[in-house]
Nanobody, 121 residues
């Protein structure tokens, strides 16, 4: 059983930064690709970024150049550094442990509880 716990959300002004963390336990961290998703009120959950076990990354167009995903296998933790935040980044952010195939990232049923990010002046 995989447990994922997110932290680091909060209220930030437009143009500000936040770093989200997702601590994984109950599994061999390196066996999984990892991802961040977000869900804004009234919208579907969307993939923000993913990182393979080898460190290759991919981003949604809406966050390219502003967000950076990373992972620390020694700490079984993935991160999402978010810079130049915009009001439209406001959402609940979730981490997921899944698999990466040539067709792209495939999420598993292992989700964290979510952390709220609010970008507002």
């Amino acid at each position: 059983q995989v447990q994922l716990v997110e932290s680091g959300g909060g209220l930030v002004q437009p143009g500000g930064s936040l770093r989200l963390s997702c601590a994984a336990s109950g599994t061999i961290f390196s066996n999984y690709a990892m991802a961040w998703y977000r869900q804004a009120p009234g919208k579907q959950r969307e993939l923000v970024a993913h990182i393979t076990s080898g460190g290759a990354t991919n981003y949604a167009d809406s966050v390219k150049g502003r967000f950076t995903i990373s992972r620390d296998s020694a700490r079984n933790t993935e991160y999402l550094q978010m810079n130049s935040l915009k009001p439209e980044d406001t959402a609940v952010y979730y981490c997921n442990a899944g698999k990466y195939y040539s067709s792209g990232y495939v999420p598993s049923h292992y989700w964290g509880q979510g952390t709220q990010v609010t970008v507002s002046s």
